[in-house]
Each structure stands twice: as structure tokens, then as C-alpha cells.
Nanobody
Framework: QVQLVESGGRLVQAGDSLSLSCVAS????????IAWFRQAPGKERDFVAA????????RVADSVEGRFTISRDNAKNTVSLQMNSLNSEDSAVYYC????????????????WGQGTQVTVSS
């Protein structure tokens, strides 16, 4: 199994940038795909971005394409989410998720989850 800890969430103003980090431990990090999901009050947990375990492939949701970038550093067991041009619709709890040798972009395909980090964008 793998343990995930997110960090970096805070209150920001619209138009600001913010970087979130997910640090993993407990297993071979390079064998896991890592994804970010987010959940706003009253809404379902939605896919944001994923950095897959092999091939250097990444995906970002249409809602954040062009503003968010996901990257991973296997040597540091870390996946980062760089968020630019934030707006109020980005306010949510952001969760890091992991799946061993996974390729999915939907929540049920990810087994391991962090506790989340709150991002609040003030308009």
C-alpha cells in the first residue's frame, strides 16, 4: 500500500496561482499512477489531472486545461499540481489519489487517497 499526504492548499484571490504537492510513502512510487480530484460543497468528487505511472503521460480535465499542470518527480516520491489563473469555481478540497499501474481518470479506479487540502479562491 501507499500513503499520500497533500499540502499547499490555502486561501487565495481570483487570478492567483497556487501549487499543491502530494508526497507518497510506503511502496514503490514509480509503479503508481497519481491523480488529483476535487470536491466542492454539494458536488461530486471530480477528476482534475493525472500523471500516469509509465510513459510520461499526463491528463488534465477540460475544466482546467490550459491553467493547471501536473508533474511528477519519482526521485522525490512527489506529484505536484500547478494551478494558475484561479477563479471561484476552483474552490474545493483537492485530493491526491493513487492506483498501482493504473490508467484511469475516474474516482472508482483509484484505491489510495490522501486526506485532502482545502483551496479557497476569493473573488
Amino acid at each position: 500500500q501507499v500513503q499520500l499526504v497533500e499540502s499547499g492548499g490555502r486561501l487565495v484571490q481570483a487570478g492567483d496561482s497556487l501549487s499543491l504537492s502530494c508526497v507518497a510513502s510506503g511502496d514503490t512510487f514509480s509503479r503508481y499512477s497519481i491523480a488529483w480530484f476535487r470536491q466542492a460543497p454539494g458536488k461530486e468528487r471530480d477528476f482534475v489531472a493525472a500523471a500516469f505511472w509509465t510513459g510520461g503521460l499526463t491528463r488534465v480535465a477540460d475544466s482546467v486545461e490550459g491553467r493547471f499542470t501536473i508533474s511528477r518527480d519519482n526521485a522525490k516520491n512527489t506529484v505536484s499540481l500547478q494551478m494558475n489563473s484561479l477563479n471561484s469555481e476552483d474552490s474545493a478540497v483537492y485530493y491526491c489519489a493513487a492506483e498501482r499501474e493504473g490508467y484511469g481518470i475516474v474516482q472508482p479506479l483509484y484505491t489510495y487517497w490522501g486526506q485532502g487540502t482545502q483551496v479557497t479562491v476569493s473573488s
